[in-house]
């Protein structure tokens, strides 16, 4: 039988002021570290940025021989340009920026903001200030970039940008990084507070997305090999090493920008660069700014109704979002669909407003963000109904939901295999008695009790036995109040 001991030993003391001692140590040093977070997050990929900056600049002074007076000022205006910010010299505007350095501080801001997340909480009071400062910290650096170089502006030909547009950009682009980030590290937290059809659908949304970029690069890719005669000339107009070197990098740092007018095309929108205007059936010829990757762009007139093969991506996009969003429950489908198309949609909408702009006597350069997203959105959802309606009445989903009716229906008739049993039949255990219907019918019978065959000795020994004792010993056993039981064999004495 277990007794019960309440004395207790040295190792439980040991354990628990061990945890003692970890719990303020937790405490104590929990400030301290999430403090550095924050900071890290505030200011690491600003620090990095100007450092880059500033590289490029005095390079770029260096090889031309100039002076270094407006360090600051160029230091300041890359950084803005890196946040998409317009900047005007000599009164030509420069709104098209190259959107690969954006891109890489948006990844950089958000995979911070996803390690601090992790280490302070997943909690929304512990990454609200991990957001927080990851705005924080760009915008004031952006806050000092305007002020140099409005200062530098007295002594330049460069204009200070619009203060509101300035700390829009930068505050949108880390904002949006963050909370990406941050959304990452808590997808399984959220996603248990969401339907599984949101949830399904946001993740197939952002899959689209990857899909319709990915289709462009390699149709950039292409035709790249298939111009890089073209492109080795214009760059052969930079007369020495720093033109070619400058050329080249502006041609990499804007082949992003054609990736996502690829995209854009690939659904059916246009593209524009001033007056030359291209889609995937016509093309319109303009003046082009000198930039060696321009020489990628379809040749006038277009290639006419060969281009509708480019409708291929977009296609096989929405089936693959249709085919993986499938579900016995159409409506659940339905949803994730309508979903997915909106996401989609949004974050085309987002990336064609940030690859275009004012290029100067150019005019604008850009794609058409209205049809780019209407389009996205009509591709996905009007291709997956679609593919969901043929799913529903192909024989093999009917019959698939017709036997998940027919389980349903089975496990609805659970009823018959439980008895109702009431208090008299069950035990002292509360178990069914099976002998409790057996003695309700047994009668006692004078005739079974014979005497002789039981001992006087052992009622004797009954007898014998001290009935208080037993019951002092019971009533100190249950007194007893300590939890823990230590099984002991009391027979074995």
Do not use: K
């Not at 490029?56 to 300041?76: E, I, P, Y």
């Not at 016995?328 to 909408?349: E, K």
């Amino acid at each position: 039988m277990p007794t019960f001991t309440g004395t207790p030993t040295t190792e439980n003391l040991a354990s628990q002021l061990r945890r003692l001692r970890r719990s303020h140590r937790a405490q104590r040093s929990a400030p301290e570290g999430t403090g550095r977070q924050l900071v890290l997050v505030a200011f690491a990929v600003p620090a990095v940025a100007l450092v880059v900056c500033s590289v490029v600049v005095l390079t770029v002074l260096l090889m031309a021989d100039s002076g270094l007076s407006g360090v600051g000022t160029a230091v300041a205006s890359c950084w803005l340009a890196i946040h998409q910010v317009p900047v005007t010299i000599t009164g030509v505007t420069i709104g098209v920026l190259p959107l690969l350095p954006t891109l890489l501080v948006a990844v950089a801001t958000a995979r911070l903001a996803a390690r601090a997340a992790r280490s302070t909480g997943a909690g929304a009071g512990d990454v609200l200030p991990v957001v927080g400062a990851a705005v924080a910290g760009p915008t004031l650096i952006t806050a000092m970039s305007l002020a140099v170089v409005m200062d530098g502006s007295t002594v330049l030909p460069i204009q200070s940008p619009n203060a509101l547009t300035a700390f829009g950009y930068t505050a949108g682009i880390h904002l949006g990084a963050a909370f990406a980030g941050v959304a990452w590290t808590m997808r399984r937290r959220t996603g248990r507070r969401w339907l599984p059809a949101d949830t399904r659908g946001v993740v197939l949304g952002c899959a689209a997305i990857v899909g319709l970029l990915a289709a462009a690069t390699l149709l950039v890719v292409v035709r790249v090999i298939m111009r890089h005669g073209q492109i080795g000339e214009l760059i052969a107009t930079g007369n020495d090493f720093d033109g070619y070197l400058g050329l080249t990098l502006l041609s990499v740092l804007y082949i992003p920008n054609l990736i996502v007018g690829a995209a854009a095309m690939l659904v059916g929108s246009d593209a524009h660069i001033g007056m030359a205007t291209m889609d995937l059936f016509t093309v319109q010829g303009g003046p082009l700014p000198p930039l060696p990757v321009l020489a990628i762009l379809p040749d006038v007139p277009g290639a006419g109704r060969i281009g509708a093969l480019g409708f291929v991506v977009p296609v096989a996009v929405a089936a693959v979002v249709m085919w993986r969003s499938r579900n016995r429950d159409l409506l659940a489908q339905v949803r994730s669909i309508g979903v997915a198309g909106a996401v989609a949609a949004t974050g085309m909408a987002l990336l064609t407003t940030m690859a275009g702009g004012e290029l100067g006597e150019f005019g604008t350069v850009g794609i058409a963000v209205s049809t780019t997203a209407v389009y996205t959105l009509g591709w996905v959802v009007v291709v997956g109904l679609l593919g969901t309606l043929i799913y529903a009445f192909a024989p093999s989903s009917r019959a698939a939901r017709e036997t998940a009716d027919d389980a349903w229906d089975d496990d609805a008739d659970w009823d018959d295999d439980y008895v109702i049993v009431t208090d008299a039949e069950l035990d002292d255990y509360g178990y069914a008695d099976d002998d409790a219907d057996d003695g309700a019918d047994y009668e006692y019978d004078p005739d079974e009790y014979d005497p002789d065959e039981y001992d006087a000795d052992g009622a004797d020994a009954t007898d014998d036995l001290d009935t208080d004792d037993l019951d002092t010993d019971e009533r100190g056993r249950r007194n007893q109040p300590s939890p823990r039981i230590d099984y002991e064999d009391e027979h074995s004495s």
